[in-house]
């Protein structure tokens, strides 16, 4: 393409980041991903549209995927729109085109809001792992007796209940922003906890970016869920759950140290480094 424009490889990526707002290689490896989304939701084998978007293996395209969409490859039909953050708008639109939005909302990844709802769902993540090697008796222990992080969630004495209400979270405001009924109380062992926070993660990355596009931070909602029923600030929803998420992981950590099991500083600047 570049030596079509009469151009060098360097000035050319230059020029296309300039006026896209993102390098061309980044630009195409995103519609890519667009593109074997949409694949995959038609059923398409991972294998075959792994090779199709440019990866050398699955495990590769497996691990790009999660990165984009917050879930594996063989659960792409609960990714909500195949459309990733865009800084120009240019999308991948079925069967063969592009999309091109008049006016693009989307961020690039590199956005601080962006930044923090991605490294606080894979850091949930990775504290389910390490705390599902805690013995049984470890895992619902309580280490921390009166421990109350928000008064009316009641109290999260153990790793197995702040890690429920890591997770309960997510389920109960994706409920009141998306309409539906207020979600059961999930079991807590490791495994359900886990299978829980499978399908909610996706769900809940989809919504926030769904909203980033429609730039509806600033729209309100009456929450019949709340007895009484109370308006939120759709912005402020978001700065609620990371603030109180960011604490939670914290505390889970103190706890698993604890118990004997080290584990990392949940630093974003390390979490970042580690993705690239």
Not at 134 to 150: H, K
Not at 190 to 202: D, H, I, K, W, Y
Request: contains cysteine; hydrophobic residues 40%; negative net charge.
């Amino acid at each position: 393409m570049a030596g079509d424009a009469y151009s060098s490889p360097w000035h050319f990526a230059r020029e296309v980041s300039r006026g896209a707002g993102e390098p061309p290689v980044s630009l195409r490896r995103r519609v890519m991903l667009e593109r074997a989304a949409w694949q995959l939701r038609q059923g398409r084998a991972v294998t075959e549209v792994a090779l199709e978007a440019g990866y050398s293996s699955v495990e590769g395209f497996s691990r790009a995927f999660r990165r984009a969409y917050g879930t594996a490859p063989s659960r792409a039909g609960s990714t909500g729109s195949h459309w990733l953050p865009a800084p120009n708008g240019i999308h991948f639109h079925p069967p063969v085109a592009l999309w091109i939005e008049g006016y693009p909302r989307g961020r690039s990844d590199m956005d601080p809001t962006a930044l923090l709802v991605q490294h606080d769902l894979d850091d949930t993540a990775q504290l389910l792992d390490a705390a599902a090697a805690l013995p049984a008796e470890e895992w619902d222990r309580v280490r921390r007796p009166g421990e109350t992080v928000l008064g009316w969630d009641g109290p999260e004495e153990s790793v197995a209940a702040v890690l429920d209400h890591l997770v309960y979270t997510k389920e109960v405001w994706l409920a009141s922003i998306t309409g539906a009924d207020q979600p059961p109380r999930g079991s807590t062992d490791p495994g359900s906890l886990r299978t829980r926070f499978e399908q909610v993660a996706p769900r809940w990355l989809a919504e926030i970016r769904d909203i980033e596009r429609r730039d509806a931070w600033g729209d309100a909602m009456v929450d019949a869920l709340c007895d009484p029923p109370e308006s939120f600030v759709i912005g402020s929803v978001l700065a609620h759950v990371l603030t109180y998420s960011a604490y939670r992981r914290q505390l889970v950590r103190a706890l698993l140290r604890e118990a004997g099991h080290p584990v990392d500083h949940g630093d974003p600047i390390e979490w970042l480094r580690s993705r690239s």
